[in-house]
Nanobody, 127 residues
Framework: VQLVESGGGLVQAGGSLRLSCAAS???????????IGWIRQAPGKEREAVAC???????FTSDSVKGRFTISLDDRTKTVYLQMNSLQPEDTAVFYC???????????????????WGQGTQVAVSA
């Protein structure tokens, strides 16, 4: 499975971005079989999962972004989105889309292992 992120960029504080994560068309990829998460990594910091769906369809959102970020998915187009509103400079990071086959449980957990990763997309928020 290949995952490709897009939608990153530079935005002023308070602005919005929508990230997309698309599975390669040739992959036999059914979103319902996978946990899909958005994980970010800021310079000098550890990776942090901010939002995800597990393979049972449960949605998780990190407290650090709750109320500002929303994850959604379109199974028809095999695309997962992360709508980010009210962005702040501390949201600056590389955002990765990741997948795990039959990934159940809390997909936000720091030790949750994802099998497939996209290349990442940079999000930069200026003050």
């Amino acid at each position: 499975v290949q995952l490709v992120e897009s939608g990153g960029g530079l935005v002023q504080a308070g602005g919005s971005l929508r990230l997309s994560c698309a599975a390669s068309k040739e992959s036999r990829f059914t979103l319902g079989d996978y946990a899909i998460g958005w994980i970010r990594q800021a310079p000098g910091k550890e990776r942090e999962a901010v939002a995800c769906f597990n393979s049972d369809g449960y949605q998780f959102t990190s407290d650090s972004v709750k109320g500002r970020f929303t994850i959604s998915l379109d199974d028809r187009t095999k695309t997962v989105y992360l709508q980010m509103n009210s962005l702040q400079p501390e949201d600056t990071a590389v955002f990765y889309c990741a997948g795990r086959l039959y990934g159940r449980g809390n997909c936000l957990a720091s030790k949750y292992e994802y099998d497939y990763w996209g290349q990442g997309t940079q999000v930069a928020v200026s003050a």
